[in-house]
């Protein structure tokens, strides 16, 4: 019989239970305590802990049957190797798959050792504003990017020359500790944490030991010169890497690497963007907009002016669309091909008034200009109304809603109330 059963009581099963039978109640009880299943609830994370810690205990037969001999005394960590399995390899055996999604166990590391470093570095991810211009026209901009590297004089030990680190007193190597907690009753949890002596590394090197310059640190700064080359043609949202450019870590082969995202600001210009196409708004006369003209209409993101010539008595519309062919975006890394330009007509008309006091010019403009149109057709009893019309705004239709009323109850004694389903004939 154990002498302490706190572990197989957190699992809810007992000292005799197989393997099989453990790996069974622990999935239970970690799904039922997950933080992803119990959101802000604190008490179901600690308890998700404790479970996990426990079965990583009890998974394996030397730490079982050490806990099984001395208790949770037996479970101190010492250079026996008392680590646990690998919780990785567990739920990738139970779940098909690793932690994923899953939320993580913090503070788990390998099969007893310290904790494994990542064979790359982070990622960093950087928003770098750019104009319509910019993406047009292609630029380059340069950055002093200061960053973390390996200390070139101890190689990024942290220790210097003829010394090394030595095993973190405080883990034995194991890179994190054993915590015993009263859960009341007489019950025990434990859970395993980083140790705070050597952050999980397993090795510390001795302050009269340590690195002139990177003091142990095992990393110095280091400033670089980075130039970020804006394509013709790149789009909003792509990306531009930096392989290999972000800090380096101790025990990391390769750094991660440093990310432009470039994200089109509202710069206020003219011109809008949709794929390679680009629209602009240009405004005529009332004049222009019914007899022609010949004018620059508008300058281009490259600063090029654009002409167009609408012959004598051609008329253009209020919000008319034309396009100019091969007027629009570059495509990457392709100086032929471009997309369109787009160019809406807006005709601005003359203010209230504009011919007052102008009786000759107003009976000349009459008469050239097309008559207006004739009233819809009336019967002799239809019925007109005259109306007065005032200024809105589109945005304004609709906002004269129905009241929402709910319907009387008439019946005041349901005796009296008409019965579905019971039609006299």
Not at 111 to 131: A, E, H, M, N, T
Not at 135 to 145: E, I, Q, S, V
Not at 153 to 175: F, L, N, R, Y
Not at 188 to 200: I, K
């Amino acid at each position: 019989m154990p002498v302490d059963t706190a572990l197989y009581d957190l699992l809810g099963v007992s000292p005799e239970a197989t393997d099989a039978e453990l790996k069974k109640a622990y999935r239970k009880q970690s799904l039922a305590n997950h933080p992803d299943k119990n959101p802000g609830d604190e008490a179901a994370s600690a308890r998700f802990q404790e479970i996990s810690s426990a079965y990583e205990t009890l998974a394996d037969p030397d730490t079982r049957a050490a806990y099984d001999r001395y208790g949770s005394e037996g479970m101190s960590g010492g250079p026996g190797g008392m680590g646990g399995p690998d919780m990785d390899d567990i739920f990738a055996q139970m779940f098909g798959g690793g932690m994923g999604g899953m939320g993580g166990m913090p503070g788990m590391g390998g099969r007893g050792g310290p904790r494994r470093k990542p064979k790359r570095g982070q990622d960093s991810v950087i928003d770098y504003d750019v104009s319509l211009q910019d993406l047009y026209l292609g630029r380059t901009a340069h950055f002093n990017l200061s960053k973390q590297v390996l200390c070139p004089t101890c190689s990024g030990s942290g220790a210097k020359q003829g010394t090394k680190a030595k095993q973190c007193v405080k883990c034995q190597g194991q890179g994190r500790c054993l915590q015993m907690r009263s859960m009341g009753n007489g019950m025990v949890a434990q859970s395993y944490a980083t140790c705070d002596e050597c952050q999980g590394e397993g090795e510390k090197v001795r302050d009269k030991d340590r690195c002139k310059r990177c003091k142990g640190a095992k990393t110095v700064k280091d400033k670089n010169k980075l130039e970020l080359r804006i394509e013709r043609g790149m789009t909003d949202g792509q990306t531009i890497v930096f392989k290999g450019e972000n800090d380096q870590e101790p025990g990391v082969p390769q750094a991660g690497d440093i990310i432009f995202k470039l994200v089109l600001r509202n710069d206020n210009t003219n011109f809008t963007i949709k794929g390679l196409d680009l629209m602009a708004t240009v405004h005529l006369t009332l004049r222009e907009s019914l007899m022609g003209f010949s004018r620059t209409v508008l300058v281009h993101l490259d600063g090029r002016h654009l002409s167009v010539n609408k012959s004598h008595g051609e008329v253009t519309r209020p919000g008319s669309l034309e396009r100019i062919i091969g007027e629009g975006m570059p495509r990457e890394r392709d100086m032929g091909e471009r997309g369109d330009l787009y160019i809406k007509w807006e005709v601005d008309f003359p203010q209230d008034g504009w011919l007052e006091g102008r009786d000759d010019a107003s009976r000349s403009l009459s008469s050239l200009l097309p008559p207006p149109r004739a009233s819809i057709p009336e019967e002799d009893d239809t019925e007109v109304t005259e109306s007065h019309t005032q200024a809105a705004r589109e945005a304004e239709f609709g906002r004269n809603q129905p009241k929402q009323t709910q319907q009387e109850d008439f019946w005041e004694d349901e005796t009296e109330a008409p019965q579905a389903g019971c039609a006299q004939a």
